[in-house]
Every structure is written in structure tokens, then in C-alpha cells.
């Protein structure tokens, strides 16, 4: 009889990390509302210290003790303990906010004179850091498109002064809001190719529209990923976090930043992540079949002219191939031009009864909104032409109601829309 199981995530998510005995056989983790832990010795206070400021590497077997809730805390350690095993990765860490795990990875993987190429289009909070904020600090940074391909990108880097230079590569896939799709391998083969003795190049993606779920980019050849945690990972639209999993030397770098940012998400955010995480599937499954039947309800209706979902990408193009590479699922993000322009998309969107005209996405409750006006607005207007984030789109998250419900109310909107 077999006494070892390898289980699934999905049932670790309720136990893994977590000895009941320690919180006084507490069937769940409390959350530990501390800011400073006891230390049983002064040498000990000096080891925990030495592992977490980076002064030196932890030896064989030894953990980092508890110390101070800025660097660590219980709730966060088993939170991240149970998001890497999502991504089969060797380390988490946790953030307040996904914009604060992505400029943190950003500051410290980047230096003045570095080059950051990146994807297209991007969430907007993302796009106005690196574009706004990156060259203050001496930072080059280069788009490029969707549709270019790897000999195009090589062409565009060999012709940027700055291309020797190259640091990151920075990809968000599925791109916010268009669902747009970049091939993860292709931009290993890149790394390779332009890194130098003295410089390497990471491969960093936001994974958030496809959650630990639908697609492992770790898996894919990205040196880092990257999540709001808001979204899918929480799930109720009541908690604001981020995730940045990794290899240890990754993380570690990662963390000791985060010690001196002072941006490590709180006990209650861990507690409540950890709570999320174990209705993860489920939802995301429910979600990701409700989709499947929205964006056949809009492709054809007479009053949308264009649905952007995975679900709907032909077989015969080449982003098929890459679809069947990277994702277990289409998802659940539903985007779709509505004919007309921002007052039909207005209507629409002001004549929802279900679901609710908001940002945000991956929680419980369907979510619509206007990306060119609203997440997207401070984008470059040529930059949003380009990338078909015109006033014509709508962004829809799907969540887990009956999807008869949601293609009723999407349906009865439209009627309200005159062209």
C-alpha cells in the first residue's frame, strides 16, 4: 500500500505551509496582527538578521526566523509558500499592490543606462511607470508590437543606440485589454541572445489575466512572474495585493528590496489571500466557462463588430500555435469593439443591470468598463490607436453567475444602443 501522495495545489491550498499545532490546533492560520517577533537568543536575533539584510546566504536546512512584520510575517510566509506551487516555483513574495510587485522587480532589476524592451499594449498603471517614470531614473526603454516577429524585434533592438544595453524583457500575456498574445519561448530565445558576460537579460511577465490557472510562464522559459493579486489570486474584489515568484537568487533580491520599500502586504492581506486561494480553481473554472459562452453570444451579434478572447483565435494563424503552447484555457476576459464609437460604448455600458460598470477584473462579479477612458486613459493616443484600444472597446470580466444571467443583461444593453 502507498503511504506517499503527491497532491494537487488545489488540495494543498487548505493545509500547505500551516502546522495547527503551533497556533493552538487552529483548523485555519490566524492571522498574526504583531509587528516585532521574540528572539530565544541574541545570536539568534544575529542569524535572522544576517540571512535577511543579504549580509550572507542561508546555510543547508536554515530558514529565515521571524523578526519584524515588514520583513516577514507567518501569514505572508505560508501565503507564498502556497503560490508557488502553482507556478513550481523556488520562491514568492507579496506585495500591498500588484503595481507595487511590478515597480519593485522594475528598480531592482534595472540600473541607469540599462534598456528595458517591452510588450504592447500594456496595463495602463504599468505603461505610465515605464515610460514615465523609468527615464527620470536613467532607464531606456523600447516597445514592441504584437504582431512583429522575432527577426522584426532583433531588427528593432540592433537599431536602438541603446541595444546593447538590454537588461529585461517585460511582457504582459494576455495584454490588458486586448487579449493580445506573446510567444514566452520567443522572448527566452531573446534573453539568450543579447545577454553578455557582464549583463544578463530576465524575462519578466504579468501573468495576471491568466491567473496561477491558465498559463505558468516559469514553465515557458520567464525568469520572473508577476501578478496583481487583486484579481484572480483574491477574487472578491475586497483586497489589494501582488505576487512576484521566482527562483530563490530572484526573490531574494526581490525580497531585500521590499525589506527597504517597505511595501510587503499586511498580515490581513495575507489572511484573506490565503482564504482566496482555496476556492481558487473552482472560480476560475466557473468563470472561464461562463466566457466561453459570452464571447459566442457577442461574435455574433449584429450590434458588435470584433470580440477579442482567446476562444476565438482561428486555427490557422500563428497565434494559434502560441495559444496551444501557453494556456490551459482561453480565460476569462471578454473584450469586444462595439459598433459605433464612445457613445454607443457609454450606452452599453450605462444600461448594465448585472454586472457592474467598474475596474478591476477575476472577482466573483462581472465587471465592464471603458479601457480608453478609463484603465488605459493616460496611454499615448497614438500608442492606443495603434493597439486597438479605441472608443469603441469594452472590457468585460466574467465572473461565476449563471452565464444565462450575464448574456441577458449584456443582451439588453445592447438593445438600449443606437447606431
Not at 498559463?215 to 520567464?222: D, I, N, S, Y
Not at 489589494?240 to 526581490?254: E, F, K, M, N, T
Not at 472597446?393 to 441577458?408: A, C, F, K, Q, T
Amino acid at each position: 500500500m502507498k503511504t506517499k501522495h503527491n497532491f494537487r495545489p488545489e488540495s494543498l491550498m487548505m493545509s500547505h505551509g500551516y502546522k495547527p499545532e503551533l497556533s493552538e490546533g487552529a483548523v485555519k492560520c490566524p492571522i498574526f496582527q504583531t509587528s516585532t517577533f521574540v528572539f530565544k537568543t541574541a545570536e539568534e536575533g544575529k542569524a535572522h538578521f544576517e540571512v535577511a539584510y543579504g549580509i550572507r546566504d542561508a546555510k543547508e536546512g536554515e530558514e529565515m526566523g521571524l523578526i519584524y512584520s515588514r520583513l516577514n510575517n507567518p501569514d505572508l510566509e505560508i501565503l507564498e509558500d502556497r503560490l508557488c506551487l502553482w507556478d513550481k516555483a523556488d520562491d514568492c513574495a507579496v506585495f500591498e499592490s500588484g503595481m507595487s510587485a511590478i515597480t519593485t522587480v522594475l528598480l531592482e532589476f534595472l540600473k541607469p543606462g540599462d534598456l528595458l524592451l517591452y510588450s504592447m499594449p500594456l496595463y495602463g498603471g504599468t505603461d505610465h511607470f515605464i515610460n514615465s517614470f523609468l527615464p527620470k531614473i536613467g532607464v531606456h526603454v523600447l516597445g514592441f508590437k504584437p504582431d512583429m516577429k522575432q527577426n522584426d524585434i532583433e531588427n528593432l533592438i540592433n537599431s536602438n543606440e541603446h541595444g546593447n544595453k538590454l537588461a529585461m524583457i517585460y511582457v504582459e500575456t494576455p495584454a490588458n485589454p486586448t487579449n493580445t498574445i506573446i510567444d514566452i519561448g520567443m522572448c527566452a530565445q531573446l534573453a539568450e541572445k543579447y545577454a553578455q558576460e557582464s549583463q544578463e537579460v530576465l524575462v519578466a511577465v504579468d501573468n495576471t489575466y491568466m491567473g496561477p490557472l491558465w498559463q505558468h510562464p516559469l514553465q515557458l522559459g520567464a525568469d520572473i512572474v508577476m501578478y496583481s493579486a487583486t484579481k484572480y489570486i483574491g477574487g472578491h474584489s475586497d483586497v489589494i495585493a501582488g505576487a512576484v515568484l521566482g527562483s530563490h537568487d530572484i526573490i531574494g533580491r526581490v525580497k531585500t528590496l521590499r525589506t527597504f520599500l517597505g511595501n510587503m502586504a499586511s498580515p490581513n492581506t495575507g489572511w484573506l489571500l490565503m482564504r482566496s486561494l482555496e476556492t481558487l480553481k473552482i472560480r476560475m473554472e466557473q468563470q472561464a466557462f461562463n466566457a466561453v459562452k459570452i464571447a459566442d453570444f457577442l461574435k455574433d451579434h449584429p450590434k458588435v463588430e470584433k470580440v477579442y478572447y482567446l476562444g476565438l483565435i482561428k486555427e490557422d494563424s500563428d497565434n494559434y500555435a502560441i495559444y496551444k503552447k501557453q494556456y490551459s484555457s482561453p480565460g476569462a476576459m471578454v473584450s469586444f469593439d462595439i459598433k459605433g464609437g464612445e457613445s454607443q460604448a457609454f450606452a452599453f455600458l450605462n444600461h448594465l443591470k448585472l454586472i457592474k460598470l467598474a475596474v478591476s477584473l477575476g472577482s466573483t462579479e462581472s465587471l465592464a468598463e471603458h479601457p480608453a477612458t478609463m484603465t488605459h486613459a493616460g496611454v499615448d493616443p497614438q500608442d492606443k490607436a495603434e493597439m486597438s484600444i479605441t472608443d469603441k472597446l469594452v472590457r468585460l470580466s466574467i465572473g461565476v453567475e449563471n452565464y444565462n444571467d450575464i448574456i441577458w443583461d449584456i443582451n439588453q444593453a445592447l438593445e438600449e444602443v443606437t447606431l
